[in-house]
């Protein structure tokens, strides 16, 4: 009875990891607080840059530290890997958002709204060149 129980509980532990996949609410040990959401106006292009980092920071880091990508190398955020995946517009980064495949979550209009998905992939697309 003891074995069924330990056994119940990690496996419930192990499908509690997988469910929670790349989206972490910490990030090595230390809470990462949730960004404020980007303006559909933003007033500068900084203003957006600096959303766009704090927003990938919490959301995207811990898979793509550095714009590397933790489970596919080849697949990681530099301009050249992008270009090789054709993905040559942020839109096509927020396409990918939405709809990615098996290995990366899925993040859907009411986790990162539409202006934020765009601040996130314009940032990715001036940030990660080599």
């Not at 997988?18 to 292009?45: D, F, I, K, M």
């Amino acid at each position: 009875m003891l074995k069924r129980t330990l056994l119940t509980g990690l496996l419930a532990a192990i499908t509690a990891c997988l469910l929670v996949g790349c989206n972490q609410e910490t990030r090595y040990g230390q809470e990462v607080g949730r960004a404020a959401p980007v303006s559909q106006s933003a007033a500068t292009a900084g203003e957006r840059f600096s959303a766009g980092e704090r927003l990938f920071s919490q959301y995207c880091s811990p898979c793509h530290p550095d714009g590397g990508n933790v489970s596919d190398p080849r697949k990681s955020l530099r301009s050249s890997d992008l270009k090789a995946n054709h993905i040559t517009r942020p839109q096509d980064i927020v396409r990918i958002m939405r709809n990615p495949g098996s290995r990366m979550m899925r993040f859907d209009v009411t986790t990162i709204s539409d202006a934020d998905a765009t601040a996130i992939a314009e940032y990715i697309m001036t940030s990660f060149k080599n």
